[in-house]
């Protein structure tokens, strides 16, 4: 049985905290549904800002989920805030950095989930539009709420050729962010994109890393090629 760390998310503050004010490390239930759906064992790996212990941690799983949230703080790729940044959390940035680095040194497979394809990217050397609107090309509403998850709301066309074969090329997703892959990483090849030219996933094969700007674990009860995403990640990359 494969066994799936998931990178856990904080809450730090309030009035976010919806426990009695304590801050805490959570993960969507969806996630853990979807994986355990397909056959694994999930494990939830907190944010420490002890860096020396991921040799450790990576050490006891197989494979790494990177999930959505916040924005990633703008200086882990050269740049200055813009104003229309959203809240970030740089201790979390730094470690999923340093746990993405340590993925690949163990040679283990690694799938990111909407900010999880921002954040390969930016870990690999790449940049980001800290906003939609700074991107020349992006043209469709990429931040779909308040509409639910459930409901996909823009097509995106997925290579043949690539990992993500099993889809259909004309494809039809959900869409939750508003930030968008700027310069690519040189270690990453895209291999979906949206009619306006956004790239919605990306992988690197040979280090077994793929990538997706949508939320599978939105839709993976009620649409099955999305729980065949979950399915490859387990049990194939």
């Known amino acids: 049985m494969t066994t799936i760390g998931i990178l856990g998310s904080q809450f730090l503050d309030t009035p976010e905290l919806p426990f009695h004010q304590f801050p805490l490390t959570y993960t969507r239930t969806a996630f853990i549904d979807a994986l355990q759906s397909v056959g694994a064992t999930v494990i939830l790996i907190p944010i420490d800002q002890e860096l020396a212990k991921l040799p450790e941690l990576i050490g006891l799983i197989d494979k790494v989920l990177l999930t959505g949230g916040e924005d990633i703080a703008p200086h882990f790729y050269g740049q200055d805030p813009h104003p229309l940044l959203s809240n970030t959390n740089a201790y979390r940035d730094q470690f999923e950095i340093a746990a993405v680095h340590e993925v690949i040194r163990q040679g283990k497979a690694l799938f990111g989930v ?17 906003d939609l609107s700074l991107s020349e090309t992006a043209k469709l509403k990429h931040l779909q709420a308040p509409t639910k998850a459930e409901f996909t709301s823009h097509f995106i066309q997925i290579d043949p050729q690539s990992s993500l074969n099993f889809l259909p090329e004309r494809y039809h997703v959900n ?44 839709t993976w009860h009620k649409i099955a090629e999305e729980r065949r995403l979950f399915d490859y990640f387990v049990n194939q990359l």
């Open 114 to 130: 909407c900010r999880g394809q921002q954040l390969l990217n930016v870990a690999l050397g790449g940049s980001l539009y800290q």
């Open 175 to 218: 869409s939750y962010h508003h930030q968008v892959i700027d310069r690519l990483a040189k270690d990453l090849t895209p291999i979906a994109q949206a009619t306006d030219g956004v790239i919605e996933a990306v992988e690197n094969k040979a280090k077994r890393l793929l990538a997706v700007q949508w939320h599978p674990e939105g």
